[in-house]
């Protein structure tokens, strides 16, 4: 549980060339929150659209780095902030700002450690696969996600960030927490994405989440 006066709370949004989405989402926010933008490499203006927020820290990358280096320094700056909680959040205006509430009414009310949205349904075959053996072995059906919330504040950034070489769309991420078993799932629903997805559905894309999969489970039921 946490104190709402006291208790940091930051939304990590990571976005490349997703001006228009990126906008809707910031309008859909209504300065409510505090955001930490990565503007991986855009050359859109969603520079300008980060900074129309009043609540939003803008950190950019030079070169297109990839989802997760983005993510990457959102967590790294929300850990040098000393941020409790840091919630990812697409930038493609596909997740519901009531789901969002959702998370934060349960980290208001409970203790989890990290919570995991999960979808109804899955664009990619890898996410499926991966749902299975998740399902089976953690009670965790869309490991995929771009919607968690993780407690900064009880895990070390050392152990946090002890995968953040792998780049396996945000799943090394889960490492810190799997073992605490201190974790809850929820249903979320998604809205149908504006323009192509920045994440193809292709071989190599299901290949890599199939292997990121297999290396999640090896290295944390050794």
């Known amino acids: 549980m946490f104190n709402k006066k006291t208790c940091k709370i930051a939304l990590i949004i990571p976005t490349f060339n997703e001006s228009k989405n990126i906008k809707k989402v910031l309008n859909n926010l209504n300065n409510k929150y505090k955001i930490i933008i990565i503007n991986d490499g855009s050359n859109d203006d969603t520079n300008f659209q980060?900074?129309?927020?009043?609540?939003?820290?803008?950190?950019?990358?030079?070169?297109?780095l990839g989802y997760d280096s983005?993510?990457?320094?959102?967590?790294?700056?929300?850990?040098?902030?000393?941020?409790?909680?840091?919630?990812?959040f697409d930038a493609d205006n596909q997740f519901y700002i009531k789901d969002l509430k959702k998370i934060l009414n349960i980290i208001e009310l409970s203790d989890?450690?990290?919570?995991?949205?999960?979808r109804k349904k899955f664009q990619r075959l890898g996410e499926s696969i991966s749902g299975y053996f998740f399902n089976l072995l953690f009670d965790i059906k869309d490991p995929f996600c771009g919607l968690k919330a993780y407690r900064l504040k009880n895990v070390s950034k050392k152990k946090f960030l002890e995968f953040?070489?792998?780049k396996f769309y945000g799943l090394q991420f889960l490492k810190a927490y799997i073992k605490i078993n201190n974790y809850?799932?929820?249903?979320?629903?998604?809205?149908?994405?504006?323009?192509?997805?920045?994440?193809?559905?292709?071989?190599?894309?299901?290949?890599?989440?199939?292997y990121a999969t297999l290396f999640f489970l090896i290295t944390t039921l050794k």
């Open 50 to 64: 980060a900074l129309r927020n009043k609540n939003t820290v803008l950190l950019n990358h030079k070169y297109n």
């Open 70 to 88: 983005a993510l990457l320094t959102g967590f790294k700056y929300a850990y040098k902030e000393k941020y409790d909680f840091a919630i990812t």
């Open 112 to 118: 989890y450690d990290i919570i995991i949205g999960e």
């Open 164 to 166: 953040y070489k792998k």
């Open 184 to 210: 809850k799932c929820i249903k979320i629903k998604t809205k149908p994405r504006i323009g192509d997805p920045k994440l193809k559905n292709s071989i190599f894309v299901n290949i890599k989440m199939i």
